[in-house]
C-alpha cells in the first residue's frame, strides 16, 4: 500500500478533514488530496513525522510501509515493570488471609507515592515499584470496608491509585490497559461520591479522550463539561484541591480546542483556569494535576503551541521561566513544550538545547513523549553537521537511535 493510501486511512480513522489536516501542516486541501493519490511523491521526513503527530501514528512504519524504519512515536517502549503493575490491575481476587490497611495508612502512602513521582527524574520507575501493593491493598480496604462512609472513603483512595496508575500506564505499549486503569477510577471515584475524587477521574478521562484524536474530541468535551457542571456547586465553601481540580478542568477545556484549532474558545478556557488559579494560595501546588499559579504560564505555552502560533508560543515561554514548577515531570513537561515552540518559530538549535534541559529534568518523561521524539527525529536529518549531531546524541539517549 502506498504512502498515500495510508495516510488517507490514518486520516479518516482520527474523523480528521483534509482541510482540517492541510491547515495543521501549512498546506492546501489539494496538495493533501495529491499525496493521497499518488499525484505526487511522497513527502520528505520532517512533513511525515508532522503527518504522524496530528494523525497519531504509533509506529513511523504503519505510514511509510518502510519495516526498517520501526518508530514508535507516542508509544514509548514498555517500562520494565509494566508487567508488574498489569498484574496487580488485572487480578481479581475473592478470598484474603489479611486485613486491609487502614485509611489513614492507604493515605500516608498515597501522599509518598505522589511526592516520589514529582521528585524523582525515575519517577516512572519509583512509581511503578509502589503501584502493585497500592493497587492490592486500596482494592482490599473497599472490600473490608465496614459502614458506608468507610466504604466511600476506601473508593476514594482506590481511586487515586488508579489515577496514579493511569499516569504510570500512559505511553505504554497497552492502550488497553490505559482505559481498563481510567474506567475503574472513574467507577470507584463515583462510588465514593468524593467531589475532589471524581473531578480527577474525570480530568484523566477527558485527557485519554483528547489522545485518542480529532474523532474523541467531543467525547473529552462532554467528560469535562458534565465534571464541572457537577463541581459547581461544590465551589463556593469548596476546599482548596476541589478548587484547583476545577481550574485543571477548566484548562483541559482549553487545550481541547486548542487542539481543535479553535483559538477564541482555547483563550478563553485558559483565562478562566487562570482567574480560578489566582484564588489559590500562592504556594500551593495540586499533587496530581500540579495545577497551581506556577502552572498557568506553562499551560499558556501549550495552548499557544497546540493552534501554532509559533511566535506567540516563544513569547509564552519567556514569561513562563519566570514561574518555578516544583513538579520534575511536569517541569520535564514544559520544556518539551517550549521545544515545540522554538521548532514552531524556525529555531530549531534553541529547541533541542530545552530538549536537553527536559532530559536533565526527568528523562523517562521525555523518553515516552511523542513530541520531544519527532523533534529529534527530525533534527537528526538536519543539515547543518552541529545540529545533527546534538540530535543523534539525544537520540540515542531516547533510545531512538543505537549507541
Not at 526498517?68 to 514498555?78: A, R
Not at 505511553?171 to 462510588?191: F, H, I, K, N
Not at 505555552?301 to 518555578?324: I, M, N, P, W, Y
Amino acid at each position: 500500500m502506498a504512502f498515500g493510501q495510508r495516510m488517507q486511512i490514518y486520516r479518516q480513522r482520527r474523523g480528521m478533514s483534509r482541510p482540517v489536516l492541510a491547515g495543521f501542516l501549512g498546506k492546501s486541501p489539494s496538495w493533501v488530496k495529491q499525496v493521497e493519490t499518488g499525484k505526487i511523491q511522497v513527502p520528505k521526513l520532517p512533513t511525515i513525522l508532522r503527518i504522524a503527530e496530528l494523525l497519531r501514528v504509533r509506529d513511523l512504519a504503519d505510514l511509510t510501509g518502510d519495516q526498517t524504519l520501526h518508530v514508535d512515536l507516542f508509544i514509548g517502549p514498555g517500562h520494565p515493570r509494566l508487567a508488574e503493575v498489569k498484574a496487580a490491575v488485572d487480578a481479581f481476587p475473592f478470598t484474603t488471609d489479611r486485613q486491609a490497611p487502614t485509611a489513614q495508612h492507604l493515605r500516608h502512602r498515597l501522599d509518598r507515592a505522589w511526592s516520589a513521582r514529582h521528585e524523582a527524574p525515575d519517577h516512572r520507575e519509583v512509581v511503578g515499584k509502589l503501584l502493585p501493593d497500592l493497587i492490592r491493598d486500596a482494592q482490599l480496604a473497599v472490600r473490608q470496608a465496614d459502614t458506608g462512609d468507610e466504604r466511600r472513603a476506601a473508593q476514594a483512595a482506590l481511586s487515586e491509585v488508579y489515577s496514579l496508575s493511569q499516569f504510570f500506564v500512559a505511553y505504554q505499549p497497552d492502550s488497553a490497559l490505559l482505559w481498563r486503569v481510567a474506567e475503574r477510577g472513574m467507577v470507584a471515584a463515583q462510588d465514593s461520591e468524593d467531589p475532589h475524587a471524581i473531578g480527577v477521574a474525570a480530568w484523566l478521562t477527558a485527557q485519554a479522550h483528547r489522545d485518542s484524536g480529532p474523532g474523541h474530541f467531543e467525547a473529552a468535551d462532554a467528560v469535562t463539561m458534565e465534571a464541572l457542571r457537577y463541581l459547581e456547586s461544590h465551589l463556593p465553601d469548596a476546599e482548596d484541591k476541589v478548587l484547583a481540580i476545577a481550574g485543571a478542568l477548566q484548562f483541559e477545556a482549553g487545550y481541547t480546542a486548542a487542539r481543535r484549532g479553535d483559538n477564541g474558545v482555547a483563550w478563553g478556557w485558559w483565562d478562566k483556569a487562570e482567574k480560578t488559579a489566582k484564588k489559590l494560595p500562592a504556594d500551593f501546588f495540586h499533587p496530581v494535576t500540579s495545577f497551581s499559579r506556577a502552572i498557568m504560564g506553562a499551560h499558556a505555552v501549550t495552548v499557544a503551541v497546540e493552534l501554532h502560533q509559533g511566535g506567540e508560543s516563544v513569547r509564552q515561554a519567556a514569561k513562563a521561566d519566570k514561574a518555578v514548577i516544583k513538579s520534575r515531570p511536569r517541569r520535564a513537561r514544559h520544556r518539551i513544550e517550549e521545544a515545540r515552540a522554538y521548532q514552531l518559530d524556525g529555531q530549531p538549535d534553541t529547541a533541542l538545547a530545552t530538549l536537553d534541559k527536559a532530559h536533565e529534568a526527568a528523562p523517562e518523561t521525555i523518553k515516552y513523549n511523542g513530541y520531544a521524539r519527532r523533534i529529534v527525529l527530525e533534527e537528526t536529518e538536519a543539515k547543518q553537521p552541529d545540529r545533527r549531531r546534538r540530535a543523534s546524541e539525544l537520540a540515542v539517549k531516547l533510545g531512538l537511535l543505537a549507541a
